[in-house]
């Protein structure tokens, strides 16, 4: 398995602004995640963090609004910029560790919300 | 693209008693289904999974059916506790390659003591 660390664990932010969220692995690991959880919903993938370049990004996600940084294979950061109102949200980072292919491990969750 | 639907929302039981979630998904080169447990103000965690050759799998009161044909599983747990009480997730994902699983939409299992 793997310990994952996030945070901040919440924050209220407001409108304009930019909130980077970092996700700590006690791990090395093979894929690390952003999903985004809005209140009832499912867990939607925001995109994929790639060590040393650019993210993967899913429809409906961009580059500028979500930049995603992964400067080594434990750690990444997800920025949610120019924040509005819709982007209240439960931000989760997750990875897939080599020895358990396609099992994921989820971090606690930054609850964020934006007045 | 895979679709996942998953049924019901909600589900309320009596302690001791049992509870069933379905899920149907739409693509057939699915052969990976994991089952989520999230707890209030925590991430999703792996509770049970399933592979596409195995009709079957049990771990102690929890346990997953896969019918392949039908494209459908389903998340049984007996003996309901208090602390079952949880969003659950399930999820489909082909092997190999780009095997992100799609999740369904979740079930809030509330036990009542």
């Known amino acids: 398995s793997a310990v994952i660390s996030q945070k901040p664990s919440r924050d209220i932010c407001q409108r304009g602004t930019s909130l980077t969220i970092q996700c700590q692995v006690d791990?090395?690991?093979?894929?690390m995640f952003w999903y985004r959880q809005q209140p009832g919903q499912s867990l939607t993938l925001i995109a994929t963090?790639?060590?040393?370049?650019?993210?993967?990004?899913e429809s409906g996600f961009v580059i500028d609004k979500f930049p995603i940084s992964r400067p080594n294979l434990t750690f990444s950061t997800l920025t949610v910029s120019n924040m509005s109102p819709e982007d209240s949200s439960i931000y989760l980072c997750?990875?897939?560790?080599?020895?358990?292919?396609?099992?994921?491990?989820f971090g606690s969750g930054t609850q964020l919300s934006v007045l | 693209g895979e679709n996942v639907e998953q049924h019901p929302s909600t589900l309320s039981v009596q302690e001791g008693d049992s509870a069933v979630i379905k899920c149907t998904y739409s693509?057939?080169?699915?052969?990976?289904f994991p089952w989520y447990k999230q707890e209030l103000g925590k991430g999703p965690q792996l509770i049970i999974d399933?592979?596409?050759?195995?009709g079957e799998k049990k771990d102690q009161r929890i346990a997953v059916t896969l019918n392949k044909t039908a494209k459908h599983f389903s998340l049984h747990i007996t003996e309901t506790q208090p602390e079952d009480s949880a969003v659950y997730f399930c999820?489909?994902?082909?092997?190999?390659?780009?095997?992100?699983?799609?999740f369904g939409r979740g079930t809030s299992l509330i036990v009542h003591p």
């Open positions: 997750s990875v897939e560790v080599a020895s358990q292919a396609e099992k994921l491990f």
């Open positions: 791990s090395q690991v093979t894929m």
């Open positions: 963090a790639n060590q040393g370049s650019e993210a993967t990004y």
């Open positions: 693509d057939s080169a699915s052969n990976y």
């Open positions: 399933i592979r596409s050759n195995v």
């Open positions: 999820a489909a994902s082909p092997s190999g390659g780009s095997y992100i699983p799609t």
